[in-house]
């Protein structure tokens, strides 16, 4: 297939300058190699320089599949399988109200378990790495029972039960990185050595991803990088950007959030799982595995659908699996199309949503317009027959409190979400398209779930708030 990469160059870098993003990395692959690869920006604007194809970001939560492709090597091996319940692996995990045994590894790795968005995760950052002060930090500090910095003190707090349980293990996905903590650290139960050591052995050097480390604070990534490894940016509240060097770090959460790659490394991986397995015609990692990670038993449709640390859907008929991450100083999105092609972005900036152009990526390589979106769900110009089943504020406790308030102001279905106040565009069944109302920007898609003549919770991007009652 010919590629139009000088015109794809202008439309990229285009993009890049008008959003007025610190620094990114972007790589393509397909059959015949490297397609593309370029760095945007800067990676440090304080020593004035630029990014590469080799230049190591961190990943956040992309860092999700590599833990559970190692769970599916070793199912291939007898020694765990995805059906096993959590307890074998932890007798003090417990999820409130629901038998032990019907918890299991497919119901964390699926982000289905039952569990809700819950702060571990935040605590971690807070109590465990260099942070400014900030009313977020303040708020941690003050609630967080412990460092949060052992997965027995993850498990106590999913254990102990201080939140509302979402439904039964495999009814409802809502994202849930504890889930993912606990799985980093089934590999190193089953497998007899660290994910660490695991991911180094069976994938990255099989790989040759040469630059990529599992690492909780960076020093290895640094020592890994020689001097090409990026820095970390966020903009204070005036909108001015905001550099330094310090790595988010939540020990726990190793295997769901802290690997740090580069653009060129990652992609080798995404091509090696559309490959089913192969990587330079040498079977790296069983095919089998990555069946169980992203196979047949995972539907093929618009909707993307979330596998083992994959999300997976159709795109212009073909089929797509990725992830993105986010973190301080880390916005990223990477994955594969069927057929041997790959693609990954990178940013060094934190807080922002580079999916569309993973999108601009695509489009090479499926040879559709350079500005074709991907949403799956588009206004149906309907309204919806029964607003005022949806009216009424919903929370998450992933951190500081996260609300969604749902109302109707002249006679338009809005969701203030605290940090925007959007427009609700009905599409289908109960899924909305949210839009700023003031920019009149796309910012997010969202569920709602009706029980008894009223919404319980509304899916928001991929967590389940849910309704507070009065």
Known sequence: MKYDVQKFEQFFKKKFEEKGYSGMAVTIRGPEGKIFEKGFGKRSISRDLAPDGDTVFGIASMSKSFTTLACAILQTEGKLNFSDPVCKYFPDFHIPGTPDECVTLRNLAMHNAGIPPIPPLEWSIAMNSVEEDSEWYREMLRTAPNKMETIEEVIEYISKGDYRVIGAPGEYMSYSNEGYAVL????????????????????????????????????????????????????????????????????????????????????????????????????????????????????????????????????????????????????????????????????????????????????????????????????????????????????????????????????????????????????????????????GRRVRVVEFYIRDGRAWGVLCGNRIYQRVEE
């Open 184 to 439: 980093s650290y089934v590999v190193d139960k089953a497998s007899g050595m660290t994910l660490e050591e695991f991911l180094k052995k069976r994938i990255f050097e099989p790989l040759g991803m040469t630059r990529t480390v599992l690492d909780l604070d960076g020093s290895e990534a640094r020592e890994l990088a020689g001097d090409n490894m990026t820095s970390l940016f966020e903009r204070d509240d005036d909108g001015n950007l905001l550099e330094d060097d310090n790595w988010s770090v939540l020990p726990p959460f190793r295997g769901c959030a802290c690997v740090k790659s580069t653009s060129s490394d990652v992609t080798r991986y995404y091509k090696m799982l559309s490959d089913r397995g192969v990587w330079e015609g040498k079977q790296v990692i069983p095919e089998e595995a990555v069946e169980i990670l992203v196979g047949r038993e995972f539907p093929e449709r618009k909707r993307p659908f979330y596998c083992f640390g994959l999300e997976k859907r159709l795109i212009d008929g073909k089929v797509v699996c990725e992830h993105t991450g986010g973190l301080h100083g880390v916005s990223t999105c990477g994955g594969f199309v069927e057929g041997g092609y790959s693609a990954a972005v990178l940013c060094n900036e934190g807080d922002l949503d580079v999916q569309d152009f993973q999108w601009v990526c695509y489009n090479l390589i499926l040879g559709l317009p350079l500005e074709t979106t991907h949403y799956w769900a588009e206004p149906s110009g309907k309204e919806f027959s029964s607003p005022g089943m949806l009216f009424g504020d919903f929370c998450s406790q992933e951190g500081m409190p996260a609300h969604f308030i749902v109302t109707m102001e002249d006679g338009k279905l809005k969701a203030d979400l605290g940090w925007v106040k959007t427009e609700l565009k009905y599409c289908y069944g109960s899924v909305f398209a949210a839009y700023d109302e003031e920019t």
